[in-house]
């Protein structure tokens, strides 16, 4: 059964089988139950038994994610975007029948990539969605799983089903914390813990979290979403530090979206763990694999050079495992560079594959 086979390949750091075996039987499986991805297929001149490495496997546009792929029927667990950029009649959603490997890729990447060193459970204060809040949000469903998992009894939300943290309890909590012994664990959207900052920096209050503390926001600074409290990645680092006493390399940004279950995280906190002095990086897990193509022609571009990021997920078994984003990025170190968003011109390659889906 793919589904056990993708499960053993996580758990087994990649040891079950190979993983171009694996993808090639994935992007199978999806090509004869998705009608969507078969014309994309089709239209592109791509037979199914003729894609014979990962790298040639077509890439389903993020945005297509959008519209009727015909994923949705019978699904009991469908997850959407907030669409806070295109509208909520234009939200991506992500259908699927189970949440096993969703679960299971989460929490093993967010193991190695945040809690490298074993710190052992933390007090965990959420600033950010949850599976109670949100029930749409993957990242909230995320976040649960992380507190479950990775949480102490001394965790808690701050975090409405508005959208909006609670400063009062937010900064209560993090008083009461300085005072101890327990490392915290902050999870949190960006703009959420810009606004700790800020009201931190309101209250002229800087606090000293206990050794090992750790800050994971995800969300960055969107341009032209309308949020102006969200503060650059420089800027969260500089405000970790000087509002929380937490060092550079104990903060990591995630990287991740609503088309795919897998999650990018900043390497800072595994490199200090492996003695490692390499510049900060977005680095997948071992089921996934990212090319890094050329906005006009999506054709793979030379190592340093930037472009689209084109990302080959296998916990997407049961939707679409290769997606090709709007987002820039170019390699570095053992992951990639997250440049932004593309726009005007670079989006022509991505808006004419797009085109071969809505028309169809």
């Known amino acids: 059964m793919l589904e056990a086979r993708v499960n053993s390949f996580i758990d087994s750091d990649g040891g079950s089988e190979p993983f171009e075996r694996l993808a090639l039987d994935v992007f199978a499986y999806q090509h004869d139950r998705v009608p969507a991805y078969a014309n994309l297929c089709e239209r592109r001149g791509v037979d199914r038994d003729s894609v014979t490495t990962w790298r040639d496997i077509p890439a389903m546009p993020a945005d297509a994610f959008k519209y009727d792929l015909?994923?949705?029927?019978?699904?009991?667990?469908v997850f959407a975007s907030s669409g806070t950029t295109a509208g909520a009649e234009l939200r991506s959603r992500h259908a699927l029948t189970t949440l096993e490997t969703y679960r299971?890729?989460?929490l093993a990447h967010f193991r190695a990539m945040?809690?490298?060193d074993n710190p052992?459970?933390?007090?965990?204060?959420?600033?950010?969605?949850?599976?109670?809040?949100?029930?749409e949000s993957s990242l909230g469903r995320m976040f649960s799983w992380c507190i479950d998992a990775f949480g102490s009894?001394?965790?808690a939300v701050a975090f409405g089903s508005d959208g909006n943290v609670d400063l009062e309890v937010a900064v209560d909590w993090l008083r009461r914390r300085a005072e101890g012994c327990e490392p915290v664990l902050l999870l949190a959207v960006t703009s959420a813990i810009s606004a700790l900052f800020d009201e931190l920096r309101d209250r002229r209050l800087a606090l000293r979290l206990p050794a090992d503390s750790r800050l994971v926001d995800t969300g960055g600074k969107k341009s032209g979403a309308g949020d102006t409290r969200a503060l650059s990645a420089r800027g969260v680092l500089k405000a970790a530090w000087r509002s929380l006493h937490v060092p550079s390399y104990c903060c990591v940004n995630e990287y991740g979206m609503t088309e795919m279950l897998s999650q990018f995280y900043d390497d800072a906190l595994l490199s200090r763990a492996d003695g490692s002095l390499t510049p900060r990086a977005k680095v997948g897990p071992h089921w996934v694999r990212t090319l890094i193509v050329d906005p006009a022609t999506l054709e793979p571009v030379a190592d340093g050079e930037p472009g689209l990021l084109r990302h080959i997920?296998?916990?997407?078994?049961?939707s679409i495992s290769a997606i090709q984003t709007l987002d820039m990025g170019r390699r570095l170190g053992r992951g990639f560079e997250l440049l932004g968003r593309a726009g005007g011109a670079e989006t022509r390659g991505c808006s004419q594959l797009l085109e071969t889906i809505v028309a169809r």
């Open 153 to 155: 009894e001394k965790s």
């Open 104 to 106: 299971r890729s989460a």
């Open 313 to 318: 997920d296998l916990a997407n078994w049961e």
């Open 70 to 77: 015909g994923l949705t029927d019978e699904r009991p667990h």
């Open 120 to 135: 052992g459970p933390m007090a965990v204060l959420l600033l950010g969605p949850s599976a109670e809040s949100h029930a």
């Open 114 to 116: 945040v809690l490298p």
